[in-house]
């Protein structure tokens, strides 16, 4: 067990295990989005801090097949930053909440040494999508390209550029692809920690292996905060799925099915 789990397992509440906390309905989800944890201030301006930190939480509630509601904002300043700047921050936090309808409720400022952002996202969901309910024989798939993030990190951190509408700052949601699958889908979660270290979540909780149809290079599996979505269906469903995913102009990559092997994740723990 790494220290993220270890630390995870000390708290003793059936509603931990998923992307939120679901709740009568409600979908609860919060993420920190640090400076020189997640981004360095070089990488981005101040609006695309707030696009990304946004767009990183959203992506719970996608996940969740819950329709984001309300947000609450809290956002450590360092004190170099001028009205100019937070009005850019604060306009890129309104920019995304605006696309998904989300109403800005509140939440707290501080002076600070870096530019730290946590944000909790309130959701509404009907038919909830969790990452429990996988059976064995259940196929899995996931959607979009992976291997962009690791690959535009790298060219970051060697002090190359990336283009405005990389994945990296315009993350891509998606969210018609749940909603339009949603009677399909057993079970999901965004691709947060990279695609072999959120099969070890799925596994984890249904006590299930994974037995892969295609091989997938490591350095693919194993990029992070890509936020695609990991999901879980009955392989009757798969020509279904696949329309489906034609109509939301969604890539699908059908890359294993669940069995009763034993599942070993060969990634590095992207936290501890």
Known sequence: MNLENYFISQFNSRHIGDDGALIEGYVYSKDAFFENVHYKKKWLNFGQIAQRAMLVNISDAVAMNAIPKYALLSVAMPKYMSKVDMRELADGFKRVAQQFGIDIIGGDTISNTKLDITITIISKTNKPLLRSKVRDGYVLAYTGELGKSAKELKKLFNLGTIHKQSKFVNI??????????????????????????????ITSL????????????????????EYEMLVAFDKRDIKALKRRAVQTRTPLTIFAFANRSKYTNRCKSHHF
């Open 172 to 201: 891509k949601l998606r969210q018609d692809f749940v909603k339009k699958s949603e009677r399909i889908l057993k079970a999901g979660m965004d691709i947060s920690d990279g695609l072999l270290s959120d099969l070890e979540k």
């Open 206 to 225: 249904n006590k299930i292996g994974i037995k892969f149809t295609k091989k997938i290079a490591t350095s693919i599996a194993c990029s992070g905060e």
